[in-house]
C-alpha cells in the first residue's frame, strides 16, 4: 500500500497493488513437506542397521548412504558417496556388465530383483538378496534409484550345505543300494547252491542207504536161516546157548538198530529234499479261500483229532493272492504241530484266526499245549530243531518248511509262546503279493477263487 500525494505534499489518498501468491504458498507448503517427509525417511533409513540401503542418482552414482549399508559394505558415507553403483559387484559380474543391466530393467519395469555376491571394502564377499527400485517425479523423468538389500550370507551357506548334504546322501543312497543288491544277489546265488548241494547230497547218500537196508534185510535173513541150519545139525541143543544169544540178540539187536538208523537216515533225506523243493518250486499265484483251505487242513486231520479229544475252531480268515498248494502246507504244518505237542494236563484247544491289518494279511493259529522252552525261541525256524522229542517223532522240518514258504511269498512268520501255557504261530503276508525268486510272470498275473 502506497501513500499518494499532491504537489504541495499534501495526501491524496492510497494506491494498494495486491498478487495472487496461493501457488508460491502452496508450492512451499508442499517443499517444506517433502522436505520435512526426506528427512524423516533419511532418519529411518540410516536407523535401519540390517539393510544395505542407498540412492543412486539417474547416472547410477550413490547420492545417499545408510547406516546398514556401512555396516554391511564397510564404507563410510564420505567413501561412498559420488562413486558408482558397480563399486559393490565382484569384478566378474562389472565385465558381464551385471550393474548397467540392472538399472536398466528396473527404468523399463520399475525394479529389478536380484540375488548374488557383492563385495565388501575389505574385499571379502557376501550374498545379497534384494531389488533395485527406480524412482520418478510427477512429470514421469527417472530421477533416482532405491537399493534395497540384506546379507543372506549364512542362509546361502546353509543352502548350499544342505544341497551338498543331500547330493552326498543321495550318491550313498545309490552306493548302499547297489551294495545291498549285490549282497541280496550274491545270497540268492548261494542259497540256489546251498538247495541245489542239498539236493544232489539227498540224491547221492540215497543210493548208497538203500544198498545199506537191502544188506541188512540180507543179513537179517542169513542170520534166520544161520539159525535153522544150526538147529537141524546133530548134538545142536549142546552149542545152542552160546550161539543163541549171538544170532539173537548180538546180531540181531545190531541189525535191528542199522535198519531203524537207515529209515531215520532216510526220512532226514525225505525232509531236507521237500526243503529244497520248497526253495525250487515254482509257485503259481491265485486269489486263495483260506477259510476253505484251512477247514481242509483241519479235515487231514480228523482221526487225530478225535484221539486227542482236541477242539479246533476256525475263524474268519481273509482271502488272499498265494500258493494254494503251498499255503496249506503253512496251516497243515502249524495245526500238526499243536496235535503233535499237546499238553497232557489238559484238553486240547486250537484256534484259527486272521485278519487284514494295514494292507498285511495277518494270521494266527493259537493252541493251550506244552509250549517252547525259553532257549529254543530264537531257533524255532531252523532245520533239525525239536524240543520235546519224547512228546512225539519227527525230524524237526515243518516250521523250516513253513518259514521257507512265508518268507518266499514276501511275508514273515513268528511265535509267541510261554513254556507250559501253549503257543501262537504268526504269520503275515503283503495283500499284494511281492514277487521273490521262482514266482512265474503267468501265475502272478493269473487270478481266480
Known sequence: MTAV??????????????????????????????????????????????????TLDAEGRIDSWSDGARNVLGYNAEEALGREYSMVFTPAEIQAGEPRREMEEAARTGHCTTESWHVRRNGSLFWASGALTAVRDETGKLTDYIRVARDMTQQKQLEESLAKMAADLEIRVVERTRELEITV?????????????????????????????????????????????????????????????????????????????????????????????????????????????????????????????????????????????????????????????????????????????AGIVHYWVRDNGLGIPEYGKTKLFQVFQRFHSRQAEGEGMGLAIAHRIVERHGGKIWAESREGQGTVFHFSLPASPVLTPRFTKEAAGHESV
Open 5 to 54: 500525494r499532491g504537489p504541495k505534499g499534501e495526501l491524496r489518498g492510497f494506491a494498494k497493488v495486491t498478487r495472487d501468491l496461493t501457488a508460491q504458498k502452496a508450492a512451499e507448503e508442499a517443499l517444506r513437506s517433502r522436505n520435512a517427509q526426506l528427512e524423516r525417511y533419511r532418519f529411518i533409513v540410516g536407523s535401519v542397521a540390517d539393510y544395505v540401503i542407498f
Open 185 to 357: 544277489e550274491e545270497l540268492q546265488r548261494k542259497n540256489q547252491e546251498v538247495e541245489a548241494f542239498v539236493y544232489i547230497v539227498s540224491h547221492d547218500l540215497r543210493a548208497p542207504l538203500v544198498n545199506v537196508q537191502g544188506f541188512v534185510r540180507e543179513l537179517d535173513e542169513s542170520r534166520k536161516r544161520l539159525k535153522e541150519v544150526i538147529q537141524t545139525c546133530p548134538q545142536w541143543e549142546i552149542c545152542w546157548p552160546g550161539v543163541a544169544p549171538i544170532l539173537n540178540e548180538e546180531m540181531g539187536g545190531a541189525l535191528h538198530y542199522i535198519s531203524a538208523s537207515a529209515a531215520k537216515f532216510e526220512r532226514l533225506i525225505d525232509a531236507l529234499l521237500g526243503l529244497s523243493r520248497q526253495g525250487r518250486q515254482v509257485y503259481h499265484l491265485t486269489r486263495v479261500n483260506v477259510w476253505d483251505l484251512a477247514t481242509n487242513a483241519v479235515a487231514t486231520f480228523q482221526q487225530a483229532i478225535i484221539e486227542a479229544v482236541a477242539e479246533v475252531e476256525v475263524g474268519s480268515l481273509p482271502s488272499v493272492t498265494a500258493d494254494a498248494t503251498a499255503l496249506g502246507q503253512v496251516f497243515s504244518n502249524l495245526i500238526g504241530n499243536c496235535l503233535k505237542y499237546r499238553s497232557p494236563d489238559r484238553p486240547l484247544r486250537i484256534e484259527v484266526g486272521g485278519q487284514v491289518e
